[in-house]
């Protein structure tokens, strides 16, 4: 299995950015699917998940209202689309896959990409 994480830069505070996990050796439509983040010193942390159905989504209170996951089975990816971004938000971001419910907890997921960094400049 492997979760090929995308699209991560440098950025300005307010700037939009959107990152994408490209999934292969499993069966995508199967899985819940996740994004965490982790900034230097800190704990990896929930950001946000969709079930495999599309049907529901969960959000950090942090970024409820300016990201939003999506997928497309049909292409094995799933995407954040983050608006209006803050410093806070500089992390590296990790796709993570899980069969189980939707879920914010880390340790439900199996299966993890490399990450990719987003950095957002004041």
């Known amino acids: 299995v492997q979760l090929q994480a995308s699209g991560g830069g440098l950025v300005q505070a307010g700037d939009s950015l959107r990152v994408s996990c490209t999934a292969s050796?499993?069966?995508?439509?199967?899985?819940?699917m996740g994004w965490f983040r982790q900034a230097p010193g800190k704990e990896r942390e929930f950001v946000a998940a969709?079930?495999?159905?599309?049907?529901?989504?969960y959000y950090a209170d942090s970024v409820k209202g300016r990201f939003t996951i999506s997928r497309d089975n049909a292409k094995n990816t799933v995407y954040l689309q983050m608006n209006s971004l803050k410093p806070e938000d500089t992390a590296v971001y990790y796709c993570?896959?899980?069969?189980?419910?939707?879920?914010?907890?880390?340790?439900?997921?199996?299966?993890w990409g490399q990450g990719t960094q987003v950095t957002v400049s004041s």
């Open positions: 969709i079930s495999w159905s599309y049907s529901v989504t």
């Open positions: 050796g499993l069966t995508f439509s199967s899985y819940t």
């Open positions: 993570a896959a899980t069969q189980d419910v939707v879920s914010r907890e880390r340790r439900r997921y199996d299966y």
